[in-house]
Nanobody, 120 residues
């Protein structure tokens, strides 16, 4: 069984910063792409940032220049550093990982979600 455990959400004022973490554990042979998505109330879940196993990254236009995704392969952990936060960044943030389980089996796993609220 694979678990994705997130941490780091909370309440922050506009212009502030937060750092999210997501650690994968369990019967993991390898992890390919990792990423962060978010879902605001009444809206569809959207992709925020992704990072490949070689370290290449990509971002949604709305967060470019403000958010930075990184990963520590030894710890099987992905991070999201969020700076200059805006009220429109308020959402539940979910991490995702494409995990190799053995044989020819890859599976996407999601974290449980962590609330980020940007408000004065």
């Amino acid at each position: 069984q694979v678990r994705m455990v997130e941490s780091g959400g909370g309440l922050v004022q506009p212009g502030g910063s937060l750092r999210l973490s997501c650690a994968a554990s369990g019967n993991i042979l390898n992890i390919d792409g990792m990423g962060w998505h978010r879902q605001a109330p009444g809206k569809q879940r959207e992709r925020v940032a992704g990072i490949d196993s070689d370290g290449s990254t990509n971002y949604a236009d709305s967060v470019k220049g403000r958010f930075t995704i990184s990963r520590d392969n030894a710890k099987k952990t992905v991070y999201l550093q969020m700076n200059t936060l805006k009220p429109e960044d308020t959402a539940v943030y979910y991490c995702k990982a494409n995990v190799f389980l053995g044989g020819s089996v890859w599976h996407n796993y999601w974290g449980q979600g962590t609330q980020v609220t940007v408000s004065s």
